[in-house]
């Protein structure tokens, strides 16, 4: 066989289409965004390559305008989850077995499609259902999601690759990296297409079957990728889509003698359950399940004196507010200098009175809706706690209307209570809580910053002065899994920024590097003597 098939490209991000006015990208999604908007489609559960029509279905509706009705999508229940088990195990060991390198050209080609034929479709399914602007989609539905896939492959090469140093004479030791005896549950959130697509392709990459469970708040998307990995080769029941409650999922799944891990992302609380039941039902596994999640954060930007003005305001409006703050890595309290107070205070009005709030269909808006009638609630019970507090103040926002679609003014709120509730809790929405601290206080405040959350996945310093930056930089260590100098909190890139965080925030397996990958193999150590002894005494025991 040549050689040549074990080189798969090297990966480059996937560059950022602009959708500047005139350009063919925008007026390909225009065209899609009016297509998608008016088709009503029928998301069956796939199993095995079967689409099943359950007849418990649920309406899908966008978010920013409740009279688009984009389709329904049937629910697994206990029978099609149990199917889901038995034909991902059949399809386990032709699946394990199939050389890496023909594992590799399929998710390669799911790229390369995304990146070409979908591009337009999965952008504006992205904005259509989860409410996303146009850059957004393109940064997440595009080019996130094909970079994971590539760098992946790449990534998943390199473990093969890794094999031990030391041969003695006469013996050629040798790593093998098998797949999980079991499937991997692949449960995803509703804001990120990439991640959905991420948590289910990541372990199947790696040889392993995967079952998954959308968000019920993102079926929409994900659908259309299963229609494209079919395209692109993977065989049947290697990844099978299984919309469903969680409690019927949770019965079943954590139950089986074959699970062999969980690959998710989404709130603290569910993580700390799931960890919990899989705890309880430790002595029915073949294997101690592998765990990996990315939950909850409350990320900060901290700010030092030094810092300039213009850069903090802008970070704080695009960390806090891009897609209506419903990102893992929101910037969603942030520390300012009091000497700095007044002038980041009237910046950030005026900056935030620039922001246009509506439909993904009008390119020139910066924020839509969020995504469901209850994230509206979460978020406006946070804003009506402010509106009612003595110890805060809604300095700009807080305003929401729920007529059209779910939508939420970007909200401004400070408070000198580092325990006050929104200070404290993850909100998941516009909302930015700020504090100021005495210029004097940097040190002291660090420390509170670093110690007053339960979370650890992203946060900011801006400074113009390194030993300011190098004082954050050791006090916080632990603060964040991202850790971002003078830049906003959010945005990681894959293969540049691995992804993830510690404390409540998750396991810190780093999506976007081999460190995420190699929680998908089992490795077995292979020792081969050529020529094996045939007697039983050594050296030393030779007579005087």
Same mark, same amino acid.
């Given at each position: ?44 559960? %796939? ?10 279905? %649920? ?6 305008? =409740? ?99 030391? *041969?003695?004479?006469? %013996? ?17 959130? #509703?804001? #990120?297409?990439?991640?959905?697509? *991420? ?20 079926? $929409? ?29 949770? *019965? ?10 969980? =690959? #998710? ?28 999640? /990315? ?9 030092? *004196? ?127 809580? %700020?504090?100021? $601290? +005495?210029?004097? /206080? $940097? ?93 039983? +005494? ?7």
């Amino acid at each position: 066989m040549n050689n040549s098939v074990f080189n798969v490209p090297k990966p480059i991000n996937e560059p950022i289409l602009d959708y500047k006015e005139g350009s063919k990208e925008k007026a390909e999604l225009k065209a899609a965004l009016k297509e998608l908007s008016e088709q009503y489609i029928e998301i069956p559960v %796939v199993i095995g390559g079967e689409e099943i029509k359950t007849g418990s279905t %649920v309406e899908i509706t966008a978010p920013f305008d =409740h009279d688009i009705k984009l389709g329904k999508y049937h629910q697994a229940g206990p029978e099609e989850i149990q199917k889901s088990i038995d034909v991902s195990m059949a399809a386990r060991k032709e699946w394990g077995k199939m050389p890496w390198f023909h594992r590799a050209g399929i998710f390669l080609k799911a790229a390369e499609l995304i990146s070409t034929k979908y591009r337009a479709q999965m952008n504006a399914a992205t904005m259509l259902s989860i409410g996303k602007t146009a850059i957004q989609a393109e940064i997440d539905s595009a080019c996130e999601l094909i970079d994971f896939l590539r760098f992946n492959v790449h990534f998943m090469q390199q473990i093969y690759s890794e094999q031990p140093i030391a *041969n003695s004479k006469g %013996v050629w030791n040798s790593l093998q990296y098998r797949p999980l005896e079991g499937f991997v549950l692949a449960v995803t959130p #509703f804001n #990120f297409t990439a991640i959905a697509g *991420n948590l289910p392709t990541a372990p199947a990459m790696m040889g392993n079957v995967c079952i998954w469970k959308p968000s019920t708040d993102a079926v $929409y998307v994900p659908y259309l990728m299963m229609k494209i990995f079919k395209e692109a080769g993977l065989p049947d029941g290697v990844i099978n889509f299984i919309p469903c409650k969680s409690s019927n999922l949770s *019965n079943i799944a954590f139950t089986s003698p074959d699970f062999g891990g969980i =690959h #998710f992302t989404g709130g603290t609380s569910t993580f700390k359950t799931i960890w919990e039941t899989i705890g309880k039902n430790i002595w029915n596994y073949k294997s101690y399940p592998r765990i990996v999640g /990315e939950t909850g954060g409350k990320d900060f930007i901290f700010a030092h *004196n030094s810092a300039p003005l213009e850069e903090v305001v802008v970070a704080s409006v695009r960390g806090s507010f891009e897609y209506q703050g419903q990102k893992c890595s929101a910037a969603s309290r942030a520390y300012i200098p009091m000497s700095m107070k007044d002038a980041y205070l009237k910046r950030m009005k005026e900056v935030m009175a620039t922001i246009k709030m509506g439909s993904p269909f009008d390119f020139t808006n910066f924020m839509t809706a969020c995504v469901s009638k209850k994230s509206f609630n979460d978020i406006t019970g946070y804003i009506d706690f402010a509106k009612e507090a003595s110890d805060a103040e809604i300095v700009v926002g807080g305003n929401y209307d729920s007529s059209k679609g779910w939508f939420i003014e970007p909200t401004l709120i400070t408070t000198q209570n580092l325990e006050f509730k929104t200070f404290k809790e993850e909100i998941f929405g516009p909302v930015l809580t %700020v504090t100021f $601290y +005495e210029d004097a /206080e $940097y040190e002291k405040y660090l420390g509170l910053c670093n110690s007053g959350n339960e979370y650890a996945l992203t946060g900011a310093i801006f400074a113009q002065d390194r030993n300011a930056i190098n004082l954050a930089f050791e006090i916080m260590e632990d603060s964040a899994g991202n850790f971002y100098i003078n830049d906003k909190p959010t945005g990681a890139v894959v293969g540049q920024q691995p992804f993830g965080g510690g404390r409540g925030s998750g396991t810190n397996d780093k999506a976007g590097s081999y460190l995420n990958l190699i929680r998908w193999v089992n490795t077995r150590t292979v020792k081969e003597t050529f020529v094996s002894p045939v007697a039983i +005494e050594y050296p030393h025991m030779e007579a005087e």
